[in-house]
């Protein structure tokens, strides 16, 4: 129904910012409510922030809390990851994920339908 391009990733120095942004293929971009996680090396895939439907509210892992900020543009078809105050553990692949079904009981933090390749973020030290 959807497919997801994550883009935005690249090299930053520790202290640094860099905005991720999620561009959706969905003609109905407003149903889905949207997530980003991360992967780094020998990790699990681990919840970093969503965002509802409208962008009403807002979830974010304790670690990421003040740091970044979950937003979208549903007459873009776009979200984004604004993340400052990069530390080297922010290192990982992040992605972006769609849950379908506008008005559907939904969990923040897992139960994704679909999901971007990844983008690569590397934080230096």
């Known amino acids: 129904q959807v497919q997801l391009v994550e883009s935005g990733g690249g090299l930053v120095q520790a202290g640094g910012s860099l905005r991720l942004s999620c561009a959706a293929s969905?003609?109905?971009?407003?149903?889905?409510?949207m997530g980003w996680f991360r992967q780094a090396p020998g990790k699990e895939r681990e919840f970093q922030a969503a965002?509802?439907?409208?962008?009403?509210?807002?979830y974010y892992a304790d670690s990421v809390k003040g740091r970044f900020i979950i937003s979208r543009d549903n007459a873009k078809n776009t979200v984004y990851l604004q993340m400052n105050s990069l530390q080297p553990e922010d290192t990982a692949v992040y992605y972006c994920?769609?849950?379908?079904?506008?008005?559907?009981?939904?969990?923040?933090?897992?139960?994704?339908?679909?999901w971007g390749q990844g983008t690569q973020v590397t934080v230096s030290s």
């Open positions: 969905a003609r109905t971009f407003s149903h889905y409510a």
């Open positions: 965002i509802s439907w409208s962008g009403g509210s807002t």
């Open positions: 994920a769609a849950f379908y079904g506008y008005s559907s009981s939904w969990s923040p933090e897992r139960d994704y339908h679909y």
